[in-house]
């Protein structure tokens, strides 16, 4: 969603005002439901950081075409033997109310590759999606009563995602993932946490279109994005009580669907493949 959305949607680093509400339906099922002003960042170039337009995240937007989401997350435990392993799944949906630029076309109804054309993509009203969260426990020790799906407590769990948006208005049409989570199993590290999980996004077909017509208008065969795939290996270390030093590793392959290569002047490579090394801390007071 937040390569679709306005300025990423609001998520970390960028907040938008808005309201969300729970309810309570049954012992197994839960609904959410959320209204948020549908732009953190405000109006601006689409190659700009929406940082740079809101640098201190502090515009309180209020005027925006609104941004809604819900979902019913449906909570159940499957006997296995003398364990219990719970689990849920989440389906959803969200629906933005402004206005989405034409992956392919201008309002002309030009290519925006034309080079005879403005460039100026064609305005589509609204934008929706729909995903999906399954989680479920596939371990836990006898010893752990707790029935909740949750990092913290001891056990192996999995989860997958998936997510549709149309695609003439979104550079990603399709998105899933999946991985699992390892809590408590490291020996004298009970607090631990081992964490693998591969995604995949795929380029909308009319985003590719508009590769081809590059191509077709240039001249010049330069790749076509098709899709994105990360892999990612994460250690969570608890040290002490309130520091947690993670480092982890991500492989991409493809990166942003396979794009040109910005070191070769042709414009005939994709960008290779990356690795990724990195560390985070966190430390609660």
């Keep these: 969603m937040a390569s679709n959305l306005p300025a990423g949607g609001p998520s970390p680093p960028l ?3 808005g309201v969300r509400v729970k309810a309570k339906l049954s012992e197994h099922f839960t609904a959410f439901a959320a209204i948020f002003d549908g732009d953190a960042a405000g109006p601006g170039p689409l190659d700009q ?3 740079s337009r809101n640098r201190y995240g502090l515009n309180f937007r209020a005027k925006d075409p609104p941004w809604t989401i819900g979902q019913i997350k449906y909570d159940y435990d499957l ?6 392993l719970p689990g ?3 389906p959803g949906g969200w629906f933005h109310a402004g206005q989405f630029d034409d992956q392919r076309f201008t309002a002309e109804g030009l290519s925006r590759a034309d080079p005879t054309g403005s460039g100026v993509p064609r305005k589509l009203r609204r934008n929706t999606g729909m995903f999906a969260v399954v989680e ?3 371990y836990r020790p006898n010893s752990v009563k707790d029935k909740g799906v949750s990092n913290s407590v001891p056990g192996i769990t999995a989860f997958a995602r998936v997510a549709f948006s149309p695609s003439d208005r979104n550079v ?3 998105y899933a993932d999946s991985g699992f989570g390892v809590v408590g199993l490291v020996p004298n590290r009970p607090n631990d946490r081992i964490g693998a999980a591969i995604a995949y996004m795929h380029i909308s077909p009319v985003a590719q279109q508009l590769d081809r017509d590059g191509q077709l208008y240039t001249g010049i065969a330069s790749p076509v994005r098709s899709a994105e795939t990360l892999v990612e290996i994460i250690y969570e270390a608890h040290l002490k009580p ?4 993670a480092p982890y590793f991500q492989y991409v392959i493809r990166p942003s669907g396979g794009v040109p290569s910005p070191t070769d002047p042709s414009g005939l490579s994709r960008i290779g493949n990356a690795a ?3 560390l985070t801390t966190t430390l609660k007071y």
């Design 242 to 245: 309130g520091w947690l030093l």
């Design 276 to 278: 990724v090394f990195g």
């Design 88 to 90: 849920n799944i989440t």
């Design 79 to 84: 006997e296995i033997g003398n364990h219990t």
């Design 15 to 17: 907040a938008a005002l």
């Design 172 to 174: 990603i049409d399709f």
């Design 136 to 138: 479920q426990t596939l």
């Design 49 to 51: 950081d929406p940082q």
